[in-house]
């Protein structure tokens, strides 16, 4: 492995301890203070177009903001992070990342009808089985709760987010599109999101920052990892929120998902990693 490679990896997996630590932010704030999940999100959209705006140093493209495909864009990244934080509100972080990594296999499906992508039969048992992995976490109708729903809501949600970058990948660089979509989910979660303002404490403000720079933060990782060693290489490491969100769940609120859970977690990681390699 070279040394360019295993600088890739390190920032792969620190962006996906990243993002789930975001959510774990939103989780305190909306379990242990009371905060709205819709402010949740809008604030994290909020405090992360901040942060891209500053690392961009005031350069914007405007002509996407006039281009209905990024506002649909943003609608539903926006979208998917209210339902997750309304699915945290309830749920073990594990077991909502597991529901939620329904969206990788959603935007799969999207990518073969909407953008001419190509499956094998092999993939689309491997894809089968990561969607067996889901549903063991889930067990719609055998004890599925409300949170649950949410949780599956949102990785629908952002895998149809997913296939829309795709779609839009060349309209702009990929910082753009960040800061775009940040932009645009604060303007449309505000209408919600400010008529449910908490006290603003200094626990709270504190969660508050912490789950937007968090997120903003794995996400950038993410991107500067990406134009380093390429998407179809690191693929693989985005499995390893699945990870960190068991570890945070169980350090943070002391909670493991059940045995079942568990082997549906196993499942759709095996099952997400090999369809990755046989892409590849």
Known sequence: MTRELLGSVALMFVAMSLIPLGDTAGKLLAVEHGVSSIF?????????AAMIALILGG????????DWRVWLRAGLIAAGIASIQTALKTEDIATVFGAFFIGPIFSYVLSILFLGERVTPLQTLLLVLGFCGVMLVVRPGFGMTPGLGFAMLAGLFYGAFLTASRWLSNIAPPRQLMLSQTVLGTVLLAPFGLIEVPELTLPVSGLVLWSGVASASGNLLLVLAYRRTGATVLAPFVYFQLISATVLGWTVFGTLPDKLALAGLALLVSAGLATIFVRR
């Open 40 to 48: 949740v999100a809008f604030s994290r959209f909020a405090v992360g």
């Open 59 to 66: 350069r914007v493209h405007w002509y996407l903001y006039r």
